[in-house]
Nanobody, 127 residues
Framework: QVQLVESGGGLVQAGGSLRLSCAAS????????MGWFRQAPGKEREFVAA????????YYADSVKGRFTISRDNAKDTVYLQMNSLKPEDTAVYYC????????????????????WGQGTQVTVSS
């Protein structure tokens, strides 16, 4: 059973930065892709970023491209999301997720492609 635990959320002013972490356990972390999603109140969960098993390929939603960076440390079984130049519209609960299998992220960034989810961490950006 895969377990994912996010941390690093909080309250930050617009223009600020946060780094989210997601610690994984339960299977060999280095053998599968990982993703970050977010969900704002009253909105559907949306794709933010994804990374291949070895970090060689990364993917981003257009809304965060150039501001967010996804990375992973397979020695620590952890995936990160560095968020810079934060905007009020980035306010949401952020979730890390893992697919059932696959070294590359599921195509399309749809939440249905991911089987394992963390509990989420709140990010609030004030204007």
């Amino acid at each position: 059973q895969v377990q994912l635990v996010e941390s690093g959320g909080g309250l930050v002013q617009a223009g600020g930065s946060l780094r989210l972490s997601c610690a994984a356990s339960g299977r060999t972390f280095s053998t599968y892709a990982m993703g970050w999603f977010r969900q704002a109140p009253g909105k559907e969960r949306e794709f933010v970023a994804a990374i291949s098993w070895n970090g060689g390929s990364t993917y981003y939603a257009d809304s965060v491209k150039g501001r967010f960076t996804i990375s992973r440390d397979n020695a620590k079984d952890t995936v990160y999301l560095q968020m810079n130049s934060l905007k009020p519209e980035d306010t949401a609960v952020y979730y890390c997720a893992a697919p059932l299998s696959g070294k590359n992220p599921p195509a399309g960034g749809h939440p249905a492609g991911y089987n394992y989810w963390g509990q989420g961490t709140q990010v609030t950006v004030s204007s």
